[in-house]
């Protein structure tokens, strides 16, 4: 009984439920990112440089003698630039959000300082001892 508990505890906690929303979000920003890239980015740019569409891009590879009646094998090069590209997005929109949650960090400890009320000064080495030259006077 106590290990269920122990992996209750695990899975309620904070950062685990976090972690899950992040990786479902980042799930989807996925899907997102490769249908600009595949529907929006690629294809222009195919355009552009006369009318190659990057997901047909690939190398076929000789015959092997040894299964002759097997489909040739292809090297997908094409596919393999537009998941590139994928990752190079969502790497850059990971190093803006995390840059963006610095900042935020960072002016909020500033005005953490700047609300803090400042210690009061303590007297002086000379004000403490005239206080106490002045206490001994008084005895």
């Given at each position: 009984m106590g290990f269920i508990k122990e992996f209750k505890d695990f899975a309620m906690r904070g950062n685990v439920m976090d972690m899950?929303?992040?990786v479902i979000i980042g799930g989807a920003f996925g899907k997102i990112v490769s249908s600009l890239v595949n529907d929006l980015i690629m294809p222009p740019i195919g355009?552009?440089?006369g009318g190659i569409n990057f997901s047909e891009l690939s190398?076929?590879?000789p015959v092997n003698p040894l299964t002759p009646e097997q489909d040739p094998v292809?090297?997908?090069y094409g596919a393999f630039l537009q998941t590139t590209l994928d990752f190079?997005?969502?790497a850059f929109c990971i190093f803006l959000l995390i840059k963006g949650i610095n900042k935020l960090s960072d002016l909020k400890k500033k005005e953490e300082e700047e609300a803090?009320?400042?210690a009061p000064a303590g007297p002086t080495q000379e004000e403490l001892l005239t206080?106490?030259?002045d206490l001994l006077k008084n005895k």
């Open positions: 899950a929303v992040g355009w552009l440089i190398v076929k590879l292809t090297i997908n190079l997005i969502v803090a009320p400042a206080e106490i030259r």
